[in-house]
């Protein structure tokens, strides 16, 4: 089904969609107001970043520790969620300081309010998920047991296919700059391992691995990131520094209009006509006679010159 323009989610859910959590999650958290991709090259550069997201984001030495359950990668997910609700405004407003002299924050008011209700609906979608795990694992009742979980499961494969979806779109902040998602892709994964960094937690891990886990996630998030700003400033112009109103994919060239009758072709230069102003300027000039003699003397065939 088409979207349909001005919808969040373009038309494309009925109440059968509520079967299919999955359905649900690509049309709310991938609206219809996200711009489309521009390059296939650049979209598998973001499936590689999306996947390295994912390691930094959960950490995958917690899977080598072992014990790890479903609330304990809720409450990172938890907290992660909390740090980019703060990290993601201060970075967008960062750019929005270093775009102000390419043109103005209200160009952009509508993208900044949609990506932000996007980025506040996602951590709501979180917390909601983490309560019911909670209620489902404190209450006794069977009943309640079975309601709350079935609730619980349709949320988790709602949030976590929400959750791919914005970490490839980052909040719809691609409808603000194109650049804006693979920047915060990188902020994102330094801040989750500098701590790390900083403290020396190696979580149980030994030099080697505790370095390998701990930086190689941002690292390769980096790499992928700086590959496709890379691309999408050589191929479409596409430039971090630029206001989005002043960088962006040049426009297609349009149909080349006909050469009105007795004009030179488009593009060609413009030569004022020579000889007679009165006549053809695009008729052959005639040649003056040959054989010596005055050559301004009127010619046998044309007494006055003419």
Same mark, same amino acid.
């Given at each position: 089904?088409?979207?349909?323009?001005?919808? $969040?989610?373009? !038309?494309?859910?009925?109440?059968?969609?509520?079967?299919?959590?999955?359905?649900?999650?690509?049309?709310?958290?991938?609206?219809? $107001?996200?711009?489309?991709?521009?390059?296939?090259?650049?979209?598998?550069?973001?499936?590689?970043?999306?996947?390295?997201?994912?390691?930094?984001?959960?950490?995958?030495?917690?899977?080598?520790?072992?014990?790890?359950?479903?609330?304990?990668?809720?409450?990172?997910?938890?907290?992660?969620?909390?740090?980019?609700?703060?990290?993601?405004?201060?970075?967008?407003?960062?750019?929005?300081?270093?775009?102000?002299?390419?043109?103005?924050?209200?160009?952009?008011?509508?993208?900044?309010?949609?990506?932000?209700?996007?980025?506040?609906?996602?951590?709501?979608?979180?917390?909601?998920?983490?309560?019911?795990?909670?209620?489902?694992?404190?209450?006794?009742?069977?009943?309640?047991?079975?309601?709350?979980?079935?609730?619980?499961?349709?949320?988790?494969?709602?949030?976590?296919?929400?959750?791919?979806?914005?970490?490839?779109?980052?909040?719809?902040?691609?409808?603000?700059?194109?650049?804006?998602?693979?920047?915060?892709?990188?902020?994102?994964?330094?801040?989750?391992?500098?701590?790390?960094?900083?403290? !020396?937690?190696?979580?149980?891990?030994?030099?080697?691995?505790?370095?390998?886990?701990?930086?190689?996630?941002?690292?390769?998030?980096?790499?992928?990131?700086?590959?496709?700003?890379?691309?999408?400033?050589?191929?479409?112009?596409?430039?971090?520094?630029?206001?989005?109103?002043?960088?962006?994919?040049?426009?297609?060239?349009?149909?080349?209009?006909?050469?009105?009758?007795?004009?030179?072709?488009?593009?060609?230069?413009?030569?004022?006509?020579?000889?007679?102003?009165?006549?053809?300027?695009?008729?052959?000039?005639?040649?003056?006679?040959?054989?010596?003699?005055?050559?301004?003397?009127?010619?046998?065939?044309?007494?006055?010159?003419?």
């Amino acid at each position: 089904m088409a979207r349909t323009r001005g919808s $969040w989610t373009g !038309g494309t859910l009925t109440a059968r969609s509520l079967l299919k959590p999955q359905d649900v999650a690509r049309a709310v958290f991938h609206p219809a $107001w996200i711009p489309e991709p521009l390059d296939p090259s650049v979209e598998q550069l973001k499936k590689f970043r999306v996947i390295a997201g994912a390691v930094a984001s959960l950490g995958i030495y917690t899977f080598v520790e072992g014990g790890f359950e479903i609330t304990e990668l809720l409450e990172n997910a938890m907290t992660a969620s909390v740090v980019l609700l703060f990290l993601t405004p201060l970075t967008v407003g960062a750019m929005l300081y270093v775009w102000r002299r390419g043109g103005t924050v209200r160009q952009l008011r509508v993208s900044l309010l949609n990506s932000l209700k996007l980025l506040l609906l996602f951590v709501g979608c979180v917390a909601a998920l983490l309560l019911l795990v909670r209620t489902t694992n404190s209450s006794a009742n069977p009943a309640a047991i079975i309601g709350v979980g079935l609730a619980m499961m349709w949320m988790l494969i709602f949030t976590a296919y929400g959750a791919v979806r914005v970490s490839g779109n980052f909040f719809g902040t691609a409808a603000v700059h194109r650049c804006l998602p693979p920047l915060l892709a990188m902020v994102t994964s330094w801040l989750v391992a500098v701590p790390d960094l900083v403290t !020396g937690d190696l979580h149980g891990l030994s030099l080697t691995l505790g370095i390998v886990f701990i930086l190689g996630a941002p690292v390769t998030v980096t790499a992928i990131g700086l590959l496709e700003m890379g691309r999408l400033k050589r191929r479409y112009g596409i430039r971090l520094k630029a206001h989005p109103a002043t960088s962006g994919p040049a426009p297609a060239p349009g149909p080349v209009p006909p050469t009105p009758p007795g004009m030179p072709p488009a593009g060609s230069p413009y030569l004022p006509p020579q000889g007679n102003p009165y006549g053809n300027p695009y008729a052959p000039h005639p040649q003056p006679p040959t054989g010596g003699g005055n050559p301004y003397a009127p010619h046998p065939q044309r007494p006055y010159g003419a």
